[in-house]
C-alpha cells in the first residue's frame, strides 16, 4: 500500500527564516497532496494542497511544490513568523477508488524562535 | 471552529469499561472517518463512511467497532479496550468520499486506558 515518508521529525528555525519540510510517497497513482498545521491542542487543518497536474501552488508566505518522477513534494513557508510554530503533517491520496484515503506522513514538528 | 465537533474531549477508562466517542458535522458532507493519532505515528485511518456506509475497516480491532446512523453522526464504541489504545481520536468529513477531497478535523478526543 501507499507509503509517506516525511523529514526532518523537528525543525527549528528563527523568526523571519525560511522552513523546508519533504515528503515522499510510494505509490505512482497518488494524485493529491495536501498539507495540514496542527497546533499544540488543536485539531489539524489543511493549509494548502496540490493535485498531479501542477507542479507549484503559492498562498501568500506558503508554497507546495511536487516531483512527480522523483514522487516528492515540499512544503516551504518563507518569511517564518512564531504562530507558524506547530507540528505539519503531509498527505497522498489517490482518486478513482472508493474513498478518499489519505495516506499521513508522521509530522514534523516546527519550532520558530523569535 | 463549529463544523466538526466530538465529545467528550477527555476519557478515561478502564480496561473493563465501555464508552462511545460521538462525532457530528454541520458541514453537509457525506463521508466520516475516524482516525487516531499516537506519539510519534502518522495518523492512521480506522474506518470510512460514505452517506453512512462503511467503506473502510484498516484492519482495526473488533474492540472498536463504528456506527454511522446518518451522514451527519459518527459514533466509535469502545469496549474492553488495552493502554496501548490510548491516544487522540480524531474524526474528519469530506463532501465526497470518492474525490480528493479537503477533509475537516474535529477537536479530537483524548483517550486514556487505565
Known amino acids: 500500500g501507499e507509503n509517506v515518508e516525511q523529514h526532518p521529525s523537528t525543525l527549528s528555525v528563527q523568526e523571519g527564516d525560511s522552513a523546508v519540510i519533504k515528503c515522499t510517497y510510494s505509490d505512482s497513482a497518488s494524485n493529491y497532496f495536501p498539507w495540514y498545521k496542527q497546533e499544540l491542542g488543536k485539531r489539524p487543518q489543511l493549509i494548502i494542497d496540490i493535485r498531479s497536474n501542477v507542479g507549484e501552488k503559492k498562498d501568500q508566505r506558503i508554497a507546495v511544490t511536487l516531483n512527480k518522477t522523483a514522487k516528492h513534494f515540499s512544503l516551504h513557508i518563507t518569511e517564518t513568523q512564531p504562530e507558524d510554530s506547530a507540528v505539519y503533517f503531509c498527505?497522498?491520496?489517490?482518486?478513482?477508488?472508493?474513498?478518499?484515503?489519505?495516506?499521513f506522513g508522521t509530522g514534523t514538528l516546527l519550532a520558530v524562535q523569535p | 471552529e463549529t463544523g466538526v465537533t466530538q465529545t467528550p474531549r477527555h476519557l478515561v477508562m478502564g480496561m473493563t469499561n465501555k464508552k462511545s466517542l460521538k462525532c457530528e458535522q454541520h458541514?453537509?458532507?457525506?463521508?466520516m472517518y475516524w482516525y487516531k493519532q499516537s506519539a510519534k505515528k502518522p495518523l492512521e485511518l480506522m474506518f470510512v463512511y460514505n452517506f453512512k456506509e462503511q467503506t473502510e475497516n484498516n484492519s482495526v480491532p473488533s474492540r472498536f467497532s463504528p456506527e454511522c446512523p446518518n451522514s451527519s453522526h459518527l459514533f466509535l464504541h469502545l469496549h474492553t479496550l488495552q493502554p496501548e489504545d490510548s491516544a487522540l481520536y480524531l474524526c474528519?468529513?469530506?463532501?465526497?468520499?470518492?474525490?480528493?477531497?479537503?477533509?475537516?478535523f474535529g477537536p479530537g478526543t483524548r483517550l486514556l486506558v487505565l
Open positions: 498527505a497522498a491520496s489517490r482518486s478513482g477508488g472508493a474513498t478518499n484515503k489519505l495516506i
Open positions: 474528519a468529513s469530506s463532501q465526497e468520499p470518492y474525490r480528493e477531497e479537503t477533509q475537516y
Open positions: 458541514l453537509g458532507h457525506n463521508a
